[in-house]
């Protein structure tokens, strides 16, 4: 938790990505980051010495939401961070054995769908969100 809250205040924003830019910059934002990271498990990707991610996941009853917020360096690292991601999605699973785990993208922002997608998560129609559920195997 203190490495992943090192690393978030320690991480700049990407070239030409206002939606981080924004989480990094506007202190309520900010503020709601590290309460996320101070309450629920978070981690830096690709290491904590030279982050360009910050993930964890909100957990409650038998639902996991994986947030992440990405920084400088991540579209280098994007193959490399998808193989860690991939890593502790499936360690998660057999730890925490949650119904199922969501992640809400923004379908606009080019990348994010694929992005899911490519973690495994299957595209799940909502009216407020574009949401992607990743059903736990066998269940």
Known sequence: MKTALQA???MKPRAGDAENFEIMTNPELRAKVIIQIERF???????AEAPVVVCG???????AELWMV????????LRLILRQMKHLLKTAQEALAPREIKICVNPDRPGTERFARALGFAYEKRKAAHVYTLQPKGK
């Open 41 to 47: 498990p978070a981690v830096a990707l690709p290491s």
């Open 57 to 63: 996941a909100v957990l409650s009853d038998e639902l």
């Open 8 to 10: 978030f205040l320690s």
């Open 70 to 77: 990405a920084g400088e360096g991540f579209d280098k690292r």
